[in-house]
């Protein structure tokens, strides 16, 4: 791939058709340019298709993981501001959101950024941002990178940086996608507990006793599910709270080696997040969705999106459907024994997804970095991450 751009902008131009019917958002800040034009231009598909990749070795080669909620934190992108654009990036989402999301994400209080209609905004916009400080410090790696994934909402913000939609247009998806989300949480008490098992332990066991136990309370057609794969072993499980105490209290009885409730208000990737479907589904219709310019894993399947009629459609399925992040790591990290790895970048807040690519390939992990997004002026940190919450 060659590249013709000596620099490119990072702030997306801002769209006016969005939301559930028409919206008219402002006109971009000037010199405010397509997310994707960077990647358009090093890709340069008519004349140069995909063949030159071919010429570059595997460790020339960048991924970028999109990390979710759950990973939010009060002071998130205050290592980002000194950075072109990232300012004029909260503006445009403050007109989009209609509130100020710069201040809620660096002051707070962490019970208001918690909120997951206020939470995956956050996690979208500041995601974003770490690409700015990562082009920034690293041009090449936004130049060099093939692949691109992100854990749930994560995944919005890797279809954007790929350019397959538009910042205003994603991030109102994104909006509207929490608020609905946040609505079937509180009419529901129910959570996700990320559990670290053994190989014999009995997840589907688990829950199906959990459920057992929920009826027993008198709840009718309770949910405990498998939400999320991890790693091997480890997975978070969704459901009503009830369920979830229950496994709590009799976690040895399943070899559970460690249990955790996660930050967030619901049991999210559950028929529970059910009412949020039709108003997710209704405003990406809204949403004109490109081919993606680098590789984007889908969180339903694993495998990278094929057409652009497949994202529309499994974004929706996403919110009921179980994140196959372990396999997701499988496909965009399988090769042959003895060949390189890319680099990966982890941009956003929390080393998350980083401590879950150690666990699922240890060698990919060894060319990963974190790009913080709460200390400004230093290149993407290579350190070690949490383990996962």
Not at 65 to 82: E, I, K
Not at 92 to 101: E, H, I, K, P, Q
Not at 199 to 228: M, W, Y
Not at 279 to 293: C, D, F, G, S, Y
Request: hydrophobic share 40%.
């Amino acid at each position: 791939m060659s590249v013709r751009v000596a620099r490119a902008a990072w702030v997306p131009a801002w769209r006016a058709r969005c939301g559930r019917g028409t919206s008219t958002f402002p006109a971009p800040p000037p010199g405010a340019v397509d997310v994707a034009q960077l990647l358009r231009e090093a890709t340069s598909a008519e004349e140069e298709p995909w063949g030159a990749a071919a010429r570059r070795t595997p460790d020339q080669c960048s991924v970028l993981l999109f990390p979710g909620q759950g990973s939010q934190v009060v002071g998130m992108g205050r290592g980002l501001l000194g950075y072109p654009r990232v300012r004029e990036l909260y503006a445009a989402a403050r007109r989009v959101l209609g509130y100020d999301l710069l201040e809620l994400s660096l002051r707070g209080p962490q019970e208001a950024l918690d909120r997951t209609a206020v939470c995956q905004p956050a996690v979208f916009v500041a995601s974003l941002a770490a690409v700015e400080k990562l082009h920034h410090l690293q041009p090449a790696v936004i130049e060099n990178c093939v692949a691109a994934a992100g854990f749930s909402v994560g995944e919005f913000a890797a279809l954007v940086f790929a350019g397959a939609m538009e910042f205003s247009e994603g991030l109102y998806a994104v909006k509207v996608r929490a608020e609905a989300m946040q609505e079937a949480s509180d009419a529901v008490p129910s959570g996700m507990l990320t559990v670290l098992g053994q190989h014999q332990s009995k997840f589907t066991a688990a829950c199906l006793e959990a459920r057992e136990h929920c009826k027993s309370l008198g709840i009718e057609d309770p949910v405990c599910e498998v939400s999320n794969y991890l790693f091997p072993d480890c997975r978070v499980i969704s459901g009503h709270l009830e369920a979830l105490q229950f496994l709590q209290k009799n976690s040895s009885k399943y070899h559970f080696r460690r249990t955790k409730m996660l930050p967030v208000s619901g049991g999210f990737h559950t028929r529970l997040m059910a009412p949020a479907l039709e108003p997710l589904a209704q405003v990406l219709k809204t949403v004109e969705i490109r081919k993606p310019l680098v590789s984007v894993h889908s969180n339903v399947s694993g495998s990278r999106y094929a057409h652009p009629t497949h994202i529309q459609k499994l974004l929706v399925q996403q919110v009921v459907s179980p994140v196959k992040w372990e396999q997701t790591m499988h496909a965009i990290y399988e090769r042959r024994k003895g060949t390189a790895f890319p680099r990966t970048f982890e941009v956003g807040p929390g080393r998350q997804l980083g401590s879950i690519l150690k666990s699922c390939n240890l060698q990919a992990w060894k060319a990963y970095s974190h790009v913080d997004t709460l200390q400004g002026g230093q290149d993407p940190d290579p350190q070690e991450g949490e383990c996962p919450q």
